[in-house]
């Protein structure tokens, strides 16, 4: 038997698991949810007005600058997560924003080197380890002006109070905004999803002594500012981001799905991650398709910096036995974890065997086999010359 939604217990466990990964965050903002990628709201925020979750990924980002005589450090996080509320009918004179909650994942900053990210990441700077979110609250909301409207858009300009957290340092900040409201059409669905959005903008300054960042001696400061800058650009949406649209995924695996993806992206906690997803392989052992997927995210999602091969090799292997190797889709993904291996004998056998079994398959699935074939068989010669 299937359920529409989590069960309880499944809700504590990874509410505990989500509780661990936050632990020190500000109590004030809300904890993640389930899925590890939205915020639970508080009921009063679901009654004062609408409420905006914020998409992470591509758009949505925190830029970190720090500008120094001998390094200017830039870090880009896309894995903000939080809500905004807005009032359900906005009145002339009342401001368009009425709370807000963020939580940003320390793991998820990028510098675009490696040996930064880990000085940026570790113990002597923002120490992911111990503290692994920033959080950020909106307290107050005031000095709201109406600066355009337009096709049904409306723009405001605003002045935002609220309390940072980074590391163990709540920090005010003042923040003047742009806030910018866009109703759904289907011209906006591809860039900003299905919904009504909202676009946040903001800068803001915070001193390097009131985040808990001094520097180790006076000579550091021709490599660390004493002012960290920061530019915020948030796309919001009326529809959750664990918002369920597969009919054939019931909602209680979507967020066991995404929960193992949010501990190994945006937290790169590989041991947390993989502990969950092997606890997730023995529940969905008989589920090829919930294998596949899997598989296919530990190989393919965009962020995961630490891709067990074994752990997608176990999960897709067991999906094409289910299937007696005859699904197109999932000996796909079985080529590919033979591929990213360095198997290339192998992941031609399996890709080729993809071909073979067009039956009922979707003609985007077969092109793709076909595709991917090619590719792999077009390197096999190449590294045979």
Not at 213 to 225: F, I
Not at 331 to 357: M, N, P, S
């Given at each position: 038997?299937t359920?529409?939604?989590?069960s309880?217990t499944?809700?504590?466990?990874l509410?505990?698991?989500?509780?661990?990964a936050?632990?020190?965050?500000?109590?004030?903002?809300?904890?993640?949810?389930v899925?590890?990628?939205?915020?639970?709201?508080?009921?009063?925020?679901?009654?004062?007005?609408e409420?905006?979750?914020v998409?992470?990924?591509m758009?949505?980002q925190l830029?970190?600058h720090?500008?120094?005589?001998?390094?200017?450090l830039?870090?880009v996080?896309?894995?903000v997560?939080?809500?905004?509320?807005?009032?359900?009918?906005t009145?002339?004179?009342?401001?368009?924003?009425l709370?807000?909650?963020?939580?940003i994942p320390?793991?998820s900053?990028s510098t675009?080197?490696?040996?930064?990210d880990?000085?940026?990441?570790?113990e002597?700077?923002l120490?992911?380890?111990?503290y692994?979110?920033?959080?950020?609250?909106?307290?107050?909301v005031?000095d709201?002006?109406?600066?355009?409207?337009?096709?049904g858009?409306?723009?405001?300009?605003?002045?935002?109070?609220?309390?940072?957290?980074?590391?163990?340092?709540?920090?005010?900040?003042?923040?003047?905004?742009?806030l910018?409201?866009?109703?759904?059409?289907w011209q906006?669905?591809?860039?900003?999803?299905?919904g009504?959005?909202?676009?946040?903008?903001g800068?803001?300054?915070?001193p390097v002594?009131?985040?808990?960042?001094?520097?180790s001696?006076?000579?550091?400061?021709?490599?660390a500012s004493?002012?960290?800058?920061?530019?915020?650009?948030?796309?919001?949406?009326?529809?959750?981001?664990?918002r369920?649209?597969?009919?054939?995924?019931?909602?209680?695996?979507y967020?066991?799905?995404?929960?193992?993806?949010?501990l190994?992206r945006?937290?790169?906690?590989?041991?947390k991650?993989?502990e969950?997803?092997?606890?997730?392989?023995?529940?969905?052992?008989?589920?090829?398709?919930?294998?596949?997927?899997?598989?296919?995210?530990?190989l393919?999602?965009d962020?995961?910096?630490t891709?067990d091969?074994?752990?997608a090799l176990?999960?897709?292997?067991r999906?094409n036995?289910?299937?007696?190797?005859?699904?197109?889709a999932?000996?796909?993904?079985?080529a590919?974890?033979?591929?990213?291996?360095?198997?290339?004998?192998?992941?031609v056998?399996?890709?080729?065997?993809?071909?073979?079994?067009?039956?009922?398959?979707?003609?985007?699935v077969v092109a793709?086999?076909?595709?991917?074939?090619?590719?792999y068989?077009t390197q096999a010669r190449?590294?045979?010359d």
């Amino acid at each position: 038997m299937t359920h529409s939604g989590p069960s309880h217990t499944l809700i504590a466990v990874l509410v505990v698991l989500l509780t661990c990964a936050t632990a020190g965050a500000f109590s004030e903002v809300p904890p993640r949810s389930v899925g590890g990628q939205a915020l639970v709201i508080p009921e009063k925020h679901l009654e004062a007005g609408e409420v905006y979750h914020v998409t992470a990924g591509m758009g949505t980002q925190l830029i970190w600058h720090s500008d120094a005589p001998l390094m200017r450090l830039v870090a880009v996080c896309n894995r903000v997560v939080g809500y905004v509320v807005t009032p359900f009918d906005t009145e002339e004179g009342q401001a368009p924003l009425l709370a807000g909650a963020f939580r940003i994942p320390v793991a998820s900053f990028s510098t675009g080197s490696q040996q930064y990210d880990a000085e940026f990441h570790g113990e002597r700077a923002l120490n992911a380890g111990k503290y692994p979110e920033i959080t950020l609250r909106i307290t107050r909301v005031s000095d709201s002006k109406c600066t355009k409207q337009e096709n049904g858009r409306e723009s405001y300009s605003l002045k935002v109070a609220g309390e940072l957290q980074v590391k163990d340092k709540t920090v005010a900040v003042e923040i003047p905004m742009r806030l910018t409201l866009v109703p759904f059409t289907w011209q906006t669905m591809m860039r900003l999803g299905m919904g009504d959005a909202l676009i946040l903008r903001g800068e803001f300054d915070v001193p390097v002594a009131e985040m808990g960042l001094e520097r180790s001696s006076p000579r550091s400061s021709d490599y660390a500012s004493d002012i960290v800058h920061f530019d915020l650009y948030l796309l919001c949406n009326t529809m959750s981001p664990e918002r369920n649209l597969y009919p054939d995924i019931t909602h209680e695996r979507y967020l066991k799905q995404m929960q193992f993806v949010t501990l190994l992206r945006d937290f790169d906690d590989a041991d947390k991650g993989y502990e969950f997803g092997r606890t997730y392989l023995r529940e969905i052992w008989d589920d090829a398709q919930a294998l596949n997927r899997l598989a296919s995210a530990t190989l393919t999602e965009d962020g995961i910096k630490t891709r067990d091969l074994g752990f997608a090799l176990k999960a897709a292997q067991r999906a094409n036995e289910l299937t007696e190797f005859k699904d197109p889709a999932l000996l796909d993904t079985l080529a590919r974890v033979y591929y990213d291996k360095g198997d290339l004998a192998t992941a031609v056998k399996w890709a080729r065997q993809a071909t073979e079994h067009p039956e009922g398959a979707a003609a985007q699935v077969v092109a793709q086999a076909r595709a991917t074939l090619e590719r792999y068989e077009t390197q096999a010669r190449k590294s045979q010359d």
